[in-house]
């Protein structure tokens, strides 16, 4: 009867420790893979356990908002976790921010880099290090410590750019920025697809792309993402500043006094808006073929609506003379293109254009543009076959706009429609 009660002590403890080994080898390899998991255990180590857990929530939050920061639950995990385990390098984040969320700045940033020095492995102690790097315009350690992070875990460089992103609209983001991205590093596209994401930046990004198009850098070879920022900054008022990097990455300007970019449709246009947008929906298609010179518009029976698109600079008011060389309009009853002119920039005073009735053959008609404080304007090419039986196809092969020496007086009224 001994014996028996005996043995059955010693298999209940065995399983009691077996249970324990067990627990303590769950939270051992679910402290960082599943913190939360590791922490429902209850049982040692649970240092660690705390310190990933408030990073973990710490970084879900500054995924949606990178400007969040600790709140009561992760920064008192975070101490318990210093407290327990000062090694718990997943807890220096955490404890980093909240000492710069209480104004210890100076604290803040000597944690940040005694943390720097005690982990490299530790992507967003890694992104704080970088952030403080670039708010002090130190690009060359910002560099350093980039590197050093990719080199560690490259697959990461997504979360280091989309932070350098974010800071670009940083005041002093020029002097810190250029030079990195003057030296054209391996992760620049990343950057300027990131910088493409945040509306917000895109003003001081175009004023950095052409810094760096110019000496001592010269990098004037144009990417996808160039030709991304320069539409993106003339969809958001700022038609000058995406002219002059379009310029300075080689679009040809027009030459001569004409207004219009590729108006003898010679080449595939790249540099949109300021060079010929096709626009492409369902019902019509535009296309260039620059082998025989042509603009060519095709529709299905009913169809309308924009078919071509230009930015433009108009220097001064006055008249200008609007040439055109097409064919094939004829041949589609009731359809109607037409040449319009329209101001692009928000408040400035806007006098209407009168429209232009393209016909077939060769013509021309007087563009009056008033005297107003409006500068940039969007060229469109209407058409409206929405009487039409049949579909359409028009081939352009020139399309001019110049200032009309002669004057207005030798306007063609039988050429003007609204």
Request: glycine letters at 8%; hydrophobic letters at 45%; charged letters at 20%.
């Amino acid at each position: 009867m001994k014996k028996s009660v005996k043995s059955s002590l010693l298999i209940v403890s065995g399983l009691l420790a077996a249970g324990v080994v067990w627990a303590q080898s769950a939270v051992i390899v679910n402290q960082r893979r599943a913190p939360a998991k590791a922490a429902m255990i209850g049982i040692p180590p649970q240092g660690w356990v705390k310190a990933s857990l408030s990073r973990a929530l710490l970084g879900a939050r500054l995924i949606k908002d990178p400007k969040s920061v600790p709140q009561s639950l992760e920064r008192r995990m975070a101490q318990d976790a210093f407290a327990a385990e000062p090694l718990a390098t997943s807890a220096l984040p955490v404890l980093v921010q909240s000492l710069a969320a209480d104004g210890k700045k100076r604290q803040s940033r000597r944690l940040l880099t005694l943390a720097g020095e005690l982990t490299r492995r530790d992507n967003l102690v890694n992104a704080m290090l970088i952030d403080e790097e670039l708010k002090r315009e130190r690009p060359e350690r910002a560099v350093r410590l980039l590197a050093r992070a990719m080199s560690v875990d490259y697959d990461a460089r997504y979360f280091y750019v989309e932070r350098m992103a974010t800071a670009t609209a940083s005041s002093g983001a020029m002097a810190v920025l250029a030079p990195m991205l003057g030296q054209n590093p391996n992760w620049s596209a990343d950057y300027w697809a990131a910088v493409l994401r945040i509306p917000a930046v895109i003003p001081q990004a175009g004023r950095i792309r052409l810094r760096i198009a110019g000496p001592p850098w010269n990098l004037k070879e144009p990417t996808q993402t160039d030709f991304d920022l320069v539409a993106e900054l003339a969809g958001r008022n700022e038609p000058a500043l995406a002219y002059d990097v379009a310029r300075a990455l080689g679009m040809q300007a027009p030459r001569g006094g004409e207004l219009l970019a590729g108006s003898r449709f010679d080449r595939e246009p790249h540099f949109r808006p300021f060079e010929w947008d096709l626009l492409q929906t369902g019902d019509i298609g535009t296309t260039i073929e620059p082998k025989s010179r042509t603009l060519s518009i095709s529709s299905l029976p009913g169809a309308s609506g924009i078919a071509a698109r230009q930015l433009v600079f108009v220097p001064s008011a006055g008249p200008y003379r609007l040439r055109w060389k097409l064919s094939g309009l004829n041949n589609s009853l009731g359809a109607t293109l037409k040449f319009r002119l329209t101001c692009v920039e928000s408040g400035k005073a806007r006098t209407p254009v009168a429209v232009v009735a393209l016909k077939d053959g060769a013509g021309s008609a007087i563009v009056a543009i008033a005297n107003s404080a409006c500068k940039w304007y969007s060229v469109m090419l209407e058409l409206d076959a929405v009487d039409t039986a049949t579909g359409t196809d028009i081939a352009i092969q020139q399309l001019s706009l110049r200032r009309d020496s002669g004057g207005a007086g030798n306007a063609s009224a039988a050429n003007a429609g609204n």
